[in-house]
């Protein structure tokens, strides 16, 4: 391991460029490396590590390993982004519609394919409308607008403009408040990661924990939780049991599913991938020992089973926000499909960020502030 891969791997100082590569990178592997496992029930951890030694073998010639549905539409939404400088609903909606009539055998969920189909249309004006539709009229709860949501916290300096936007995004497939707050929480972590909050553990959990407790006020978070027979407050009650979790000395995988889950639901996903970056900020047993923070956070997600490449996805974004590009072995990423594009965007998208900078870096202190933003320059974007 090279010098600032190690320390990269014990969280040492990473640059901000570093952070927003190992963002987008890690997503795109954790998605790619993932799919192996997906929906099984049992993951022995043997299994994994011999799944991982043959992604490190570049002799083996399998050839490379394949994205699914989370890296497809990150990557529309990263590059919306980019082209409209900010958030514009329309044409992120167009993206995604053109995305799955292109490639439609990436693995989408089979509710959103209905939406991505309707948001295909000319005719559509309301591009929230096909979301509104489902399930019911209450919209869906699936993780699927947490999978893509990293870019946000990559194109919007403050955490009040990535809760904002990361709920607008997420709500042109996802409009349950189930389904778009799994997203505001999955931004909100990796933006705290990119700012270097995981070197404080407990204060990074609290804090999205207080933000959270805002969030899930609102009528419609509410509303939803009843509808659904859940508890009040359903990602506050979650991040507090990660935060238990995380404080016991051994916990075991199955503690993990059943009070987490491994679902494809957001309920049941996103604290469960932070769970695994923060467990993971440790060695582990079962886990081999060369293996730095982001090895350890991709393996450790795929032992929990079920909807494995997307909460290796999620995971692997908030970890390579933290660790840095360099963490991400060479190896890993010469094997998955569609890791030089990310690459690419989040070195665009890192230099739309500075272009808002007036100099000054966010602190997690000043972070709630509202900035100015390219958005505010647009004038399609959804308040
Ligand atoms: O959320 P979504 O885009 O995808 C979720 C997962 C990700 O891992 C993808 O990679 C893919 O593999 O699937 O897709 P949706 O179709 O919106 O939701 C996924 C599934 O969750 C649906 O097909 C339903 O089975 C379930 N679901 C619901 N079931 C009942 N009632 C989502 N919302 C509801 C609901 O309100
Ligand atoms: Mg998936």
């Known amino acids: 391991m090279s010098a600032a891969a190690r320390l990269a791997a014990v969280g040492g100082p990473v640059s901000t460029l570093s952070r927003f590569r190992g963002a ?42 394949q994205y699914s549905d989370d890296t497809a539409m990150m990557r529309c939404v990263a590059d919306s982004l980019l082209t409209r400088v900010g958030f514009d609903e329309q044409d992120m909606a167009r993206s995604f519609a053109k995305e799955y009539s292109l490639a439609p ?6 509710g959103v394919i209905q939406v991505l189909r309707k948001l295909a249309s000319p ?40 809760r904002k936007y990361s709920r607008l995004g997420a709500m042109l497939t996802h409009s349950c408040s189930l389904g778009y707050n799994g997203a505001v929480l999955q931004g909100l972590a990796v933006h705290l990661s990119l700012q270097g909050a995981l070197s404080l553990p407990q204060e990074f959990i609290n804090r999205l924990i207080s933000e959270m407790e805002v969030v899930e006020k609102e009528d419609s ?19 507090h049991r990660v935060k238990e979790l995380i404080e016991r000395s051994s916990v075991s995988v199955e503690e993990v599913i059943s009070e987490l889950g491994n679902g494809i639901a957001a309920l049941q996903s996103v604290p ?35 909807d494995t490449d997307t909460i290796a996805c999620m995971a692997g974004a908030i970890a390579g926000a933290h ?17 030089e594009e990310a690459d690419h965007l989040a070195k665009r998208l890192y230099k739309l960020y500075q272009s808002q900078s007036s100099g000054d870096a966010v602190t997690m202190s000043d972070s709630n502030q509202p900035q100015s ?6 004038p399609t974007h959804t308040n």
């Not at 933003?373 to 647009?378: G, I, L, R």
């Open 24 to 65: 987008l990178v890690a997503a795109v592997v954790g998605d790619c490396i993932g799919g192996e496992f997906e929906g099984a029930e049992d993951v022995p951890l043997d299994r994994v590590l011999q799944h991982l030694s043959g992604v490190e073998d570049e002799s083996r010639g399998d050839g490379i390993l």
């Open 105 to 110: 055998g990436r693995g989408y969920g089979s």
């Open 123 to 162: 005719q559509l004006s309301d591009v929230f409308q096909p979301a509104r539709a489902q399930f019911g009229g209450r919209g869906s709860f699936g993780n699927g607008g947490a999978m893509r949501v990293a870019p946000f916290a990559l194109a919007f300096r403050s955490a009040a403009e990535v």
């Open 221 to 239: 978070a509410q509303r939803d939780a009843k509808a659904l027979n859940l508890a009040e407050f359903p990602y506050c009650t979650r991040l």
């Open 272 to 306: 469960t991938a932070i769970f695994c970056v923060l467990h993971c900020l440790e060695p582990r047993e079962g886990l081999p020992e060369r293996y730095g923070g982001l090895e350890r956070t991709i393996a450790y997600s795929l032992a929990l089973g079920g």
């Open 323 to 339: 660790y840095g590009i360099e963490a991400v072995p060479r190896s890993w990423q010469m094997s998955c499909e569609g890791v």
């Open 373 to 378: 933003h390219a958005s505010n320059q647009h």
